[in-house]
């Protein structure tokens, strides 16, 4: 083909940000956001006028539609020009996000921050070594046939060829060539790929990947024209390569041919999985996985902090590919964005997540790299604002440009889907998803990882947790404070504890 061109009321999404960069074995350019001086982003904290939006309409190029997060924050694209942002000079350079967190709200639909409307990208191709990137697109090895057996109400999938499914259902090493998952394996959970697309027949999704909506502009193909999309799906929820077996996928192209988008197309694709999300009803279940690669930005961290506490049309919680984590009478809309921590400076060498976007959003769930012997991949960033790590190299996925159907890729854009595909797990759990409330997951996925096995954390301030996906290993809950017990699930109206016992380790829960 041609390639052209990215019982409870509670309703959950859980969005999971994957901040890379991108690096090669060969010569290693700086990295570098692209940008002309006339693209930014309007960043107004009350409603704008429709004068005011009218005029910058008819006054400036490109401007684009006003994207409507919350009543308190609103965001509006566009060619403004030099003549313009010399009016806001001083509130473009960047500041730290403690000192953008307590700037007032703007009056008056004036604005209140501008931003640069940054060129972001995939981050795959990792090589590390004596690799190539021939190697990541060599032909699969024939190897045994995987198959699927029940045992006692829960999955095991035999001869797994990738080891980072292997991994994630093991507390040590070495492999066992198995994986084992819950019968439920994310059955009518939506799991939304903000991406480069996802070629929707190829034969690892079984017709459950559909195409949501192409927010990027040069874009008019509805498909994965490079293949980062693809590979993503296929980690999340491949039936052979994938954590959640059953899960919904819906495409969401922001990214172009090459793997390339902007900060706006981005927000049109993160703005499309909250209406999506939203006109599916009350008890809607979704995950959203995004891949990008950019430096810190205002715009991605405030829209996702403003989630958590603001939420779109309807409450939202992110807790970041985040989460957000609050509650209205009508419906509690949760966004699971959990960040990939990135993959480190322009030599390739980790970094502190935090000088990231939008890994170093408060309201994140960050996730690093390990390579097939517990180690930090060199390439992962690290630091305070890390929260789990998972496989993230040399991972074996989907991909519907090579003829064994498959790659092999590297880089913590290939972490974050494993945790995508975790929570798909514990939603899809009814007697857990029913009752959440948007904090409590990521305290469980947390709360289950695997403690103290990775090496070359030290002195990193990173927390030495790797993803765990036995869910179903969650057995009992015992509260303290005023409720009810739902389902094993203490809900109470006081501050209290929960208590896991996974392989008979009990682990406590304080809210």
């Not at 940054?118 to 021939?134: H, I």
């Not at 854009?413 to 759990?429: M, N």
């Not at 809900?491 to 209290?496: C, D, I, K, N, P």
């Amino acid at each position: 083909m041609t390639r052209r061109c990215f019982v409870s009321c509670y309703c959950t999404v859980f969005v999971i940000f994957s901040i890379c960069f991108l690096f090669s074995s060969q010569t290693i350019p700086a990295i570098t956001n692209p940008h002309e001086d006339s693209q930014h982003i309007i960043i107004f904290r009350s409603t704008p006028s429709a004068e005011l939006i009218q005029n910058l309409t008819s006054n400036y190029k490109n401007v684009g539609r006003l994207i409507s997060f919350s009543e308190n924050l609103h965001m509006l694209p566009g060619d403004f020009g030099q003549d313009f942002t010399e009016r806001f000079k001083d509130q473009i350079e960047l500041v730290s996000a403690s000192e953008v967190e307590d700037k007032e709200k703007s009056e008056d639909g004036k604005p209140w921050i501008v931003v640069r409307d940054e060129v972001v990208r995939t981050v795959d191709n990792v090589v590390l070594g004596k690799e190539s990137e021939e190697e990541n697109d060599k032909p699969e090895k024939k190897r045994f046939r995987t198959e699927d057996s029940v045992y006692g109400g829960a999955m095991l999938q035999k001869n797994v060829q990738s080891w980072g499914l292997d991994r994630i259902d093991q507390r040590a090493l070495p492999l066992s060539g198995t994986y084992s998952y819950p019968d439920s394996a994310g059955n009518q959970v939506d799991a939304y790929i903000i991406d480069t697309g996802i070629n929707l027949s190829h034969p690892e999704f079984e017709g459950r990947a559909k195409w949501g909506k192409t927010t990027i502009s040069s874009c008019k193909v509805d498909d994965d024209e490079n293949g980062h999309g693809t590979f993503v799906a296929g980690i999340i929820g491949g039936k052979t390569y994938g954590v959640a077996k059953k899960v919904n996928l819906i495409a969401v192209k922001s990214l172009d041919v090459e793997g390339m988008g902007s900060i706006r197309s981005v927000l049109y694709g993160f703005e499309y999985v909250i209406q999506s999300h939203k006109s599916k009803g009350r008890k809607a279940k979704s995950v959203a996985n995004l891949s990008i690669g950019t430096t810190y930005n205002r715009a991605v961290n405030l829209a996702v902090n403003e989630l958590v506490s603001q939420g779109i049309s309807i409450t939202v919680n992110i807790i970041l590919f985040y989460a957000f984590s609050f509650v209205t009478q009508e419906l509690m809309f949760l966004e699971f964005l959990k960040a990939a921590a990135g993959n480190g400076d322009e030599l390739g060498k980790g970094i502190d997540a935090c000088s990231v976007s939008p890994a170093s959003a408060r309201s994140a769930i960050t996730v690093g790299s390990i390579d097939p012997t517990d180690v930090l991949s060199e390439f992962s960033n690290f630091g305070e604002c890390v929260n789990l790590f998972a496989p993230g190299q040399k991972i074996l996925s989907s991909h519907p440009y090579q003829s064994s159907g498959t790659s092999i890729r590297s880089g913590t854009s290939f972490a974050c889907p494993y945790v995508a595909g975790v929570v798909a797990l514990l939603l899809s759990e009814s007697k857990y998803a029913e009752n959440l409330r948007p904090k409590d997951i990521s305290t469980l996925i947390q709360g289950l990882a695997t403690k103290d096995v990775i090496i070359g954390l030290q002195g990193t301030g990173s927390p030495n947790l790797l993803l765990y996906n036995k869910v179903d290993e969650i057995v009992e809950v015992i509260g303290e404070g005023v409720g009810v017990m739902v389902n094993g699930w203490y809900r109470g109206t006081a501050l209290f504890v929960w208590f896991l016992i996974v392989e008979g380790i009990k682990i406590a829960l304080t809210f």
